[in-house]
């Protein structure tokens, strides 16, 4: 079965009486050359373990099943088993769990189902839950690289630079984990139900340590969505909010010392400069 021809994806789901769920975002893909293009770019091979999010029909799980030791697809809506039961059933090295991706332990699954095999993940993933999804899998810890299709937009913001109108905290998020690099683009002629905009497919190689030495890294992430909250307004105005444990006079002398003017705006700091930034409200609050 040719798991991206139109009509045989429409002769499978009408003969399982499957629905599509706008609540769950589904698309699915119709072009054999992105599930392959994606599976190559992500560099999946036997010794690969691969966890995918949200597998729908099975078509990228067709293509990592056919280069990976062993593939973990993870699928929440229930309505798709006897879909996959017929699509996958000729692959012994995929195994599917039932359930919410965000509600799973995933490196705990990692390491029990991927016993020397190198972790990776991959994904076409839902626009509405792309974020979550995502951070889900970055603190995760446990994988080489997250291959993930994703709306566009999103890739761009995630792989944006400082200064930049994309640059937010998601980008900083995302950078501090891992390094981005957008792959390529996929027309929304590629799916079916069509989507109304352009998706692009994302590769975030992630760091084995921090790029900078960050003291605290919970008040790392304080710091830059402080920084964010209110993005039009002075870095000493968005710090006075978001810390209000410091007086204003307090932080200013805080940003001096990071090396920045306390006029500047938070979205010109790069990950380095929130580092610097982090550190130095970190060495104040002892």
């Known amino acids: 079965m040719n798991l991206c021809s139109l009509p045989e994806i429409r002769e499978l789901l009408t003969r399982h009486g499957f629905h599509f769920s706008k609540s769950k975002g589904q698309n699915f893909l119709t072009q054999s050359w992105v599930v392959e293009q994606i599976a190559e770019s992500a560099g999946v091979a036997r010794d690969c373990g691969v966890v995918e999010i949200g597998p729908g029909i099975g078509p990228l799980t067709e293509q990592l099943c056919l280069r990976a030791g062993k593939v973990l697809a993870i699928e929440v809506d229930e309505t798709l088993r006897p879909v996959l039961a017929e699509t996958m059933a000729g692959y012994d090295n995929l195994e599917i769990l039932w359930g919410d991706a965000m509600k799973m332990d995933i490196a705990a699954l990692v390491k029990e189902r991927f016993d020397g095999l190198k972790p990776m993940a991959c994904a076409n993933l839902p626009y509405y839950i792309t974020t979550p999804v995502l951070a889900t899998l ?84 304080r710091t830059v969505r402080a920084a964010f909250a209110q993005r039009r307004k002075t870095l000493l105005n968005t710090l006075a909010s978001g810390f209000s444990e410091f007086k204003k006079p307090e932080l200013e002398e805080i940003i001096i010392a990071a090396g920045f003017s306390p006029t500047v705006r938070g979205e010109t700091l790069d990950l380095e400069g929130f580092t610097r930034l982090a550190n130095e409200i970190a060495k104040n609050k002892r």
């Open 138 to 221: 970055l603190e995760a810890g446990c994988f080489s690289s997250v291959t993930v299709m994703v709306q566009k937009e999103v890739a761009q913001r995630i792989c944006a630079r400082a200064g930049t109108a994309e640059y937010g905290a998601f980008s900083v998020f995302c950078q501090f984990w891992a390094e981005p690099e957008l792959l390529f683009d996929v027309p929304a002629h590629c799916f079916i139900p069509q989507p109304k905009v352009t998706s692009a497919v994302l590769q975030l190689n992630l760091r084995k340590e921090p790029a900078y030495p960050v003291e605290d890294q919970a008040l790392f992430f």
